[in-house]
């Protein structure tokens, strides 16, 4: 589903993506781990060209990347992306939110994208707060709306940016459930997340980056409890 070849990518003089190597079969859940700066972040950014690439070559479900135009909005709503703060539309309501996707870019008529948002809403348990402003809902709420947004455009794949990060502590694990469920589903994910035990529970593999690189490929149970490289073991020793 996901197919990187040889990618490279500087900020300048920073290299900070290094011969990427990368193939997610379709249905994958892939974790990202690694410390600040490791460039997990610009990893899933590429995914959906909010970053262009100096070199190598990125397909999703077989199609490279394409530059500009309607092929790449069309590209942005098979490759939904949920980050770390939510980015809702604040003067739209909740129902709004998640309708204007699939109505401006779909093209969907406003009554199949309002039916379709409602199913949404309440896959992830919100479907109650339609008729409200994002301000209105908690953290938790919010990042639920971005989740369901994301999934009104009918994407081929899911990208998470530290989806749970900047939540209060009683929130992480209701966003997590609604992300798992999505896993069970057969969602081909990227999830940069250190929550273990979603990763544990949810993921089929993680990629541990350093530096620019991917530097252990392995299964969660194998990644957390049993590190091969310096680098692992140190940041597991900081995070745990
Ligand atoms: P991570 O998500 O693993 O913390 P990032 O992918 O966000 O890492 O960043 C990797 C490196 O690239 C960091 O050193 C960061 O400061 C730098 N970086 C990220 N985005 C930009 C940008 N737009 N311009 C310049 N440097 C950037
Ligand atoms: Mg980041």
Do not use: W
Not at 199 to 210: E, H, I, N, Q, W
Request: aromatic share 4%; glycine share 8%; proline share 5%.
């Amino acid at each position: 589903m996901i197919s990187m070849t040889g990618v490279n990518k500087h900020f300048g003089a920073l290299h900070v993506l290094q011969d990427i190597d990368l193939e997610i079969p379709r249905g994958q859940v892939v974790i990202v781990v690694g410390p600040s700066g490791s460039g997990k972040s610009t990893l899933c950014r590429t995914i959906n060209r909010l970053e262009t690439i100096d070199s190598g070559e990125i397909r999703v479900d077989g199609t490279p990347l394409p530059a500009e135009g309607r092929a790449l909005a069309r590209l942005r709503s098979d490759v939904g992306m949920v980050f770390q703060s939510f980015n809702l539309f604040a003067h739209k309501t909740i129902l709004e939110n998640v309708m204007l996707g699939p109505v401006k870019v779909r093209r969907i008529k406003k009554d199949n994208a309002r039916e379709t948002a409602m199913q949404l809403l309440d896959r992830v348990g919100i479907a109650n707060q339609a008729d409200k402003y994002p301000a209105q809902l908690s953290g938790g709420q919010q990042q639920r709306v971005a989740i369901a947004r994301a999934l009104a455009m009918n994407p081929k794949v899911m990208l998470f940016d530290e989806p749970t990060s900047a939540l209060d502590p009683e929130m992480v694990q209701e966003v997590l459930d609604v992300m798992t469920s999505l896993a069970k589903e057969g969602m081909t994910m990227v999830v940069v997340t250190h929550e273990m035990g979603f990763a544990r529970k949810a993921g089929d593999r993680v990629l541990f980056m350093a530096d620019g690189r991917i530097v252990e490929d392995t299964d969660p149970d194998t990644f957390f409890t049993s590190p091969k490289s310096d680098r692992a073991k140190d940041f597991l020793g900081k995070i745990l």
